[in-house]
């Protein structure tokens, strides 16, 4: 769509306050416009019968302006109308790329002419998105691709999905309020992981599960981009924003730059083992002082009887 864009622009003069635009794949109200500085955004068509007023957002690489008179270029036609605008401030094309994939992402839950309060409400997840790509990531690639890998072979991906922590502050990676589980993944071929001393060890008493899968780099193997495919052709559209948001968050900047790796998904299915989090070899809180704090050590899980849960029902 943007390559449409371009060409149709090229070597045609607009206004600097006008987009040019062409309607975005798929859908009859809804535009994907271009400006003179080369920036691209998405024209919402939206209902206002309740005459509801919504603060703008203006972010440093994205701006949100609820029910704007916009002109636009369309069939070399100057048009006014009014839309809900996501104007990107970026000519780089990969985070050009990534605006459109997010805004396909969000037309599936809206579709044509939506009401501008579930426009409102789905947009906090794209101001969210946007925010996140200024921020540094807080997990490794590894880590990352276990925790995906944990909710991919679930048959509730949803509950997964909204169970998923990624503030770097949580301790636990999944809290459904009944079920709490830390995903440890090493390309090691022993079975041995890094532990914050509070993952498993409290003084009061909580059920958590670690999760251990091993796995290997391989050339064909799954990716990060690979396992959110194959999660998101299994989730309902309302979800899909969710899960890029909390990935976003994740990766930070690097989502853009980000050269995936590619883990092998048999060995990973092969080897995923749960443990409780109290049998697991650890430094027990009794022999330590209560001026000593923020323990890291590494527990080999070798010998620790695994649980006979079903994997793929943790979040049923």
Not at 9 to 37: C, S
Not at 40 to 67: D, H, M, P, W, Y
Not at 145 to 159: A, D, R, T, V
Not at 286 to 308: G, R
């Amino acid at each position: 769509m943007i390559n449409k864009l371009e060409i149709i622009k090229k070597g045609i003069i607009i206004d600097d306050n006008i987009y040019h635009v062409i309607p975005f794949e798929g859908y009859k109200t809804h535009f994907l416009g271009i400006n003179n500085d080369n920036h691209i955004a998405l024209l919402l068509k939206t209902e206002n019968t309740s005459n509801l007023s919504f603060v703008n957002f203006k972010g440093k690489n994205l701006r949100i302006l609820f029910e704007r008179e916009s002109s636009v270029n369309n069939n070399g036609v100057d048009e006014k109308d009014r839309f809900t605008v996501l104007h990107l401030i970026s000519d780089k094309r990969s985070t050009q790329d990534y605006f459109v994939e997010i805004c396909k992402l969000l037309l599936q839950n809206l579709g044509e002419n939506p009401k501008l309060k579930l426009v409102q409400k789905e947009l906090e997840n794209v101001k969210d998105i946007f925010l996140n790509l200024h921020k540094n990531k807080i997990k490794e690639e590894l880590g990352l691709w276990g925790e995906l890998y944990l909710i991919y072979i679930q048959n509730n991906k949803e509950k997964a999905i909204t169970s998923w922590h990624m503030n770097a502050k949580d301790r636990i990676d999944f809290n459904s309020g009944s079920i709490k589980v830390e995903v440890k993944t090493t390309l090691s071929n022993e079975r041995k992981h890094v532990f914050k001393l509070n993952q498993l060890r409290n003084h009061y008493k909580e059920n958590v599960f670690i999760c251990s899968i091993m796995t290997v780099e391989i050339e064909n193997g799954l990716s990060i981009r690979g396992l959110v495919k194959k999660i998101s052709d299994d989730i309902n559209p309302n979800i899909k924003l969710k899960l890029e948001e909390k990935i976003s968050s994740v990766l930070g900047n690097e989502i853009l730059s980000l050269n995936f790796r590619f883990f092998d998904e048999i060995t990973a299915r092969e080897s995923l083992r749960l443990y409780n989090s109290s049998l697991v070899p650890a430094i027990e809180k009794d022999c330590l002082s209560e001026d000593i704090s923020k323990i890291i050590f590494t527990s080999n899980l070798t010998n620790t009887k695994a649980l006979t849960l079903e994997k793929e029902k943790l979040f049923s």
